[in-house]
Nanobody, 119 residues
Framework: RLRLVESGGGSVQAGGSLRLSCAAS????????MGWFRQAPGKEREEVAV???????RYTDSVKGRFTISRDNAKRTVALQMNSLKAEDTAIYYC?????????????WGQGTQVTVSS
């Protein structure tokens, strides 16, 4: 069974940095599109960044230039480096995976990790 486990969340002041990591098991990792999503209190879940099997990346406008998604197929991990954090980045961040397709709904999800940015 596919399993995704996030780590690296926490609390930081505005302007600071955090690095989230997600470890995958139970799948042929290299063929999956991997993504990071977030959900803030009272808001719908939104896509933050995705990275395809061939390394193509996509970011939501609000994080462009501040966040970087990367993957390590040998270690079966995907990371989200978050710099210049803002209070509005506060949310639960979820790692997700979908076989080959970065455009459709993601099938597999981690349990989430809290990121809190204080202004």
């Amino acid at each position: 069974r596919l399993r995704l486990v996030e780590s690296g969340g926490g609390s930081v002041q505005a302007g600071g940095s955090l690095r989230l990591s997600c470890a995958a098991s139970g799948l042929k990792y290299s063929t999956y599109c991997m993504g990071w999503f977030r959900q803030a209190p009272g808001k719908e879940r939104e896509e933050v960044a995705v990275i395809s099997a061939d390394g193509t990346t996509r970011y939501t406008d609000s994080v462009k230039g501040r966040f970087t998604i990367s993957r390590d197929n040998a270690k079966r991990t995907v990371a989200l480096q978050m710099n210049s954090l803002k209070a509005e980045d506060t949310a639960i961040y979820y790692c997700a995976a979908n076989w080959r397709d970065c455009s459709s709904n993601f099938e597999y999800w981690g349990q989430g990790t809290q990121v809190t940015v204080s202004s």
